[in-house]
């Protein structure tokens, strides 16, 4: 009797990853695979130093008394080198010296997914994945989307609600990092590659192909992407409202003291009115320049000047100490700002 687990959190975000378009994910997965394969030629690119070793067979890449180098040696001095035991040579060991950190990384990373497929019920045993090759569960690409989900989104996979402010959310770059942990694994140790994760249409029920280059997982890779790339986006209409809100704000005595008690039953009174006008200032400033905060903060008043055209306009004019180019074409952004 099999057993139906449902998370209604994580479907729920699931349905808003499924209106991503195809050339999206068609993008996702090709800078998926770039990575993968980035991995893989670091491995190959020491296979020609392998080749060129003299009688006396010692690399890095060999242990002393390793079998591989009693073989690889054996092979040279009869003159036939099979390409398929440098390449495995390599692949076993190269993980312990070019990418010692990446490989303990993703090692780590598989654990704590085959854990987390535990604690949900996807499995009884962290084994129970491996033993099942080479017919992974073909749910496999869901069970990866919920373990990045259960650890980077906002939501609760479980209750479909936003979860506590004192529960950690790391970023996009630690759900991209789980997720190459899992085309790693699969592609490289379970021999799956690159390919697309597809049904095979001879034999139903059956998957070919990486799970984590699934749709399901490709989706939800962009929808997280795109979430943390508008939050961390501001427009003209955002900063309107900003205005208003601030303009709103009472403007209270210079003199006058907010106590802490006051502050703390209200904490909109953080701050009083000039100091969230020099906030505004920023931000519209790091708006119209295309500036960080930390680019934003190194303006000083020496770059600020106050000045009158030929027509009587009043205005200011600002020079940012430092170069600042275009993120889509290399041009220098005009350095001088004016405000009439």
Known sequence: MSIVITLPGADKLLDTSRSIEQAAIDGDAEEEIECYNSVIEA??????????LGDDVSHPLLEPTSPDQTSLKKAKTEGKVDPELVERLVKEKS???????????YARLWKQFTTFCVSIGFIEQPSDIES????????LPKWITYWIMDKCDDTDIRT????????????????????SAMTH???REYGRGTQYWTENPLQPGKWFGNPSLSVTVMQYMVRAGEAATSARAIDEATMKLLFDYLRAFPIMNALESVPRKRKADEPELWSGHRIRAMLHLLFVV???CLLRSDEGLRIMWSNVTFETTSKGKRRIKLMLPFRKNRQDGGVQIQQRLWYE
């Open 160 to 179: 479909g609600k936003l979860k506590d402010p004192s529960i950690p959310r790391p970023g996009i770059g630690t759900a991209q990092k789980m997720r």
């Open 286 to 288: 790091s708006l119209l």
């Open 95 to 105: 993980r312990n010296v070019v990418v010692t950190h990446t490989q303990e990384e």
């Open 43 to 52: 491995e190959r690119s020491m296979a020609p130093e392998l080749l060129s």
């Open 132 to 139: 099942s090759a080479p017919d992974f569960n073909p749910e």
């Open 185 to 187: 694994m699969f592609g």
